[in-house]
């Protein structure tokens, strides 16, 4: 067995194991262009509700779980049973992004069938105004205080078992909480989607782990801005 | 370049408390403190780069403070290098010697010299040419009184001793928790404590202070990171603390500050004496004289390693095969009343089998791990920290064998006030760390070890009242409530 792998907290080896698998099925799927199964609009078009929730986890384990490795790591060093209390807290972790994506699902749909397909213009004001959404949160403090709570822990039971579900829940709802409106930016994205997914995961670790988080507010806004700016010009057929 | 030498105080002060050297600080002080707390020469702002409960001003590198990680002993040698320069400045702007330099409270070297020197306890002075006393700079009220430090309360030996964090080898990394402290990014938070951190420079800090409240400076500098560095001790001590360093280095036997680049080029921001921005890494300030100019009076450190944590410096890979785990707990958080505290660890069969492969030589560390601190008041007492002490054993005479460590609450904060609104809190709870390996081999070999549990007893140690005085360290008091969140035990294999 090799050191790095030795070096691995147990059970983090296992998510980074799902990960790796998410990855690679969702760039399998865009890559033999299937990538429609990620799209929200899925529930409208008639497909199977295990369907739609299947794909969403798999989104919210490619691009959200990277950032969440080091809690699991933290969780690991401070449980008697690692294993399972890492799985526990990944997935509780994990519900939150379901329910919020399966919320904005539903919240799409019932506009879609209240208000019609709208013309290519009306799309793109759609997309660039979650765009400009998802900037100004950047800038928020709210953002900051949510980027915060995703960073604190409290002392761990050693046994685990509901204090690391409740870990995984609120770490999660603190997440949607920061990152939840760069997410409906993704999704409302019509145009490279695994580029937005990927530029999404890694920003979302930089803002919980590097030192210079803070810095990367402005920037990452700027970028949005700018993207919301084209979709608005161009349209989106 | 010029070499500086940073003496004693209390070689300096002898025989009388105003010698130029501690007349000159006084002065500097003074001077400093009629500086507006935007000029980053003044008083005000060169406390508040470690910590402040005040808003910074626009671009100012307040709150910056390194706790709880590889970088507190070269911060705040960068941080004292470029204070000590201003001070020069002004002392000798007031008539010191051109040779100044910051002298080091030497706490460890028995009485007096573990009360507060003389000059930092008097109310009043009379500068030179003036000619009424008058307020002296050196002196605060914010300190601990009870007992009362300023009226020669002393610190007790075993919070001085250094004998612990000298007994690593290894500055960062296995065996934990290093002298200097574990590998993190900027830590402006708490975290774990690297083992010269943990003691004796904690402790000092909260026992000069005394209770403190964690939410504004209105009691109690020294215990509070937002507030110590007001104190002008505060700076002797932190010389004292550089020197233990220096001195640790100079013992060889594969000490040696990390040749690690995380480590070396991780910079920081400071400033100088005319108020001009200056940033500095640790990879600049590892050799005092060549680098920066300046050498203490005493290089010599003693060779105090107590047998029983010689065995910490069993050689280990840099980076371990394999991260600690954890094999027993506590499930309830303790109170650490008035007295002594008995926590009881039962030990699951994990925990037993780790317990017989760690006594043996060079399979590994068993560490005990105190966390989840919580209080309403930073208290002004440590707590020893015993595994397996006697009942009804005599503190005075009889702890030294149980005794692994201590620990404080110098950085303690609630959770709650963790928001980017208010960075200059820490996130998640603080935490200690000893190595417990040769203890419980102590204990295995005189036949008193238990394989179901191990008792780790809390007993509540401050200042030894003033000569003359009855009384002892260990009947301290504190009006705090504190507590610990969970008592644990981990496994550390060897390669």
């Known amino acids: 067995m090799s050191r790095w792998v030795r070096r691995r907290r147990p059970g983090t080896l296992g998510l980074l194991a799902l990960m790796a698998v998410a990855w690679a099925a969702l760039l399998a799927a865009y890559a033999s262009g299937h990538g429609d199964w990620f799209d929200h609009d899925r529930l409208a078009r008639g497909l199977a509700g295990w369907t739609v929730l299947a794909g969403f986890a798999l989104m919210a384990l490619a691009m959200m779980g990277p950032s969440c490795l080091p809690l699991a790591g933290y969780v690991s060093a401070n449980t008697l049973r690692p294993r399972p209390a890492v799985a526990w807290f990944f997935a509780c972790y994990l519900l939150p992004w379901l329910a919020f994506m399966l919320a904005f699902t539903a919240a799409d749909t019932t506009t879609h069938a209240l208000a019609g397909e709208g013309t290519p213009a009306v799309t793109g004001a759609v997309a660039a105004a979650a765009f400009a959404a998802a900037a100004a949160w950047q800038l928020s403090r709210r953002k900051r205080n949510f980027v915060l709570a995703c960073r604190s822990v409290d002392l761990l039971p050693a046994r685990g078992g509901a204090a690391c579900r409740r870990l995984g829940l609120r770490q999660g709802a603190a997440c949607v909480g920061a990152c939840g409106p760069m997410m409906l930016a993704t999704m409302a994205a019509p145009y490279g989607r695994p580029l937005w997914m990927a530029l999404l995961a890694a920003l979302t670790y930089l803002e919980k782990a590097a030192r210079y988080r803070r810095r990367l507010a402005r920037p990452s806004a700027a970028v949005l801005v700018s993207v919301g700016m084209a979709y608005l010009a161009v349209g989106v057929r | ?495």
């Open chain 2, 1 to 495: 370049m010029a070499v500086y030498v940073r003496r004693s105080i209390w070689g300096l002060e002898t025989p009388t408390p105003w010698d130029p050297v501690t007349t000159g600080y006084a002065q500097a002080v003074a001077a400093m403190r009629k500086r507006l707390a935007t000029d980053p020469t003044s008083w005000a702002y060169q406390a508040a780069m470690h910590g402040s409960y005040a808003a910074p001003p626009p671009g100012a590198t307040w709150n910056q403070c390194q706790h709880g990680t590889w970088y507190f002993l070269p911060w705040h040698r960068m941080y004292l290098y470029w204070f000590e320069r201003i001070v020069r400045k002004a002392a000798v702007a007031a008539g010191a010697p051109q040779t100044w330099a910051l002298p080091y409270w030497n706490y460890s070297a028995g009485a007096p010299t573990n009360q507060l020197p003389p000059a930092f306890r008097l109310k009043t002075w009379t500068p030179p040419g003036g000619n009424a006393p008058q307020p002296n700079p050196l002196y605060t009220a914010e300190r601990n009184h009870n007992p009362d430090i300023n009226g020669g309360a002393g610190l007790p030996h075993r919070v001085t001793s250094f004998a612990l964090a000298y007994s690593f080898t290894n500055f960062t990394g296995s065996p934990y928790p290093g002298f200097g402290g574990p590998v993190t990014g900027f830590s402006h938070d708490s975290g774990t404590f690297g083992a010269l951190e943990n003691q004796p420079h904690n402790p000092v800090h909260v026992m000069v202070g005394g209770d403190a409240t964690f939410t504004d400076c209105s009691r109690g500098w020294m215990a509070d990171p937002n507030c110590a560095a007001q104190d002008p001790i505060f700076w002797l001590h932190h010389a004292n603390i550089d020197r233990l360093w220096s001195n640790w280095i100079a013992l060889g036997g594969g000490r040696m500050d990390p040749n690690d680049r995380r480590w070396q080029s991780f910079d920081f921001t400071f400033w100088d004496e005319n108020g001009t921005k200056q940033v500095m890494k640790p990879a600049d300030v590892m050799d005092t004289i060549r680098q920066l100019g300046y050498k203490y009076d005493d290089r010599s450190a003693p060779a105090i390693v107590r047998a029983r944590f010689a065995m910490l410096s069993t050689p280990q890979p840099p980076e371990p095969p394999e991260p600690p785990r954890l094999v027993a707990a506590t499930e309830a958080p303790a109170e650490l009343s008035g007295g002594r505290t008995d926590v009881a660890v039962e030990l699951p069969q994990p925990a037993r089998e780790a317990v017989a492969s760690a006594i043996q030589p060079g399979n590994g560390h068993l560490y005990l791990h105190v966390d989840g601190l919580d209080s309403d008041l930073i208290p002004g007492v440590a707590y020893e920290v015993h595994v397996n002490l006697p009942e009804g054993a005599d503190l005075e005479e009889e702890g030294e064998d149980s005794l692994v460590g201590l620990i404080s609450f110098f950085g303690f904060r609630r959770d709650k006030q963790a928001t980017e609104d208010n960075p200059n809190h820490p996130i998640g709870p603080i935490g200690h760390t000893f190595d417990i390996t040769g203890r419980v081999q102590e204990l295995r070999s005189s036949g008193q070890w238990d394989e179901g549990r191990v008792v780790v007893s809390f007993v509540p140690v401050g200042l030894e009242p003033p000569p003359g005085t009855e009384g002892t360290a260990h009947d301290a008091r504190t009006e705090a409530k504190p507590s610990v969140g969970r008592v644990s035990i981990s496994f550390h294999p060897a390669a």
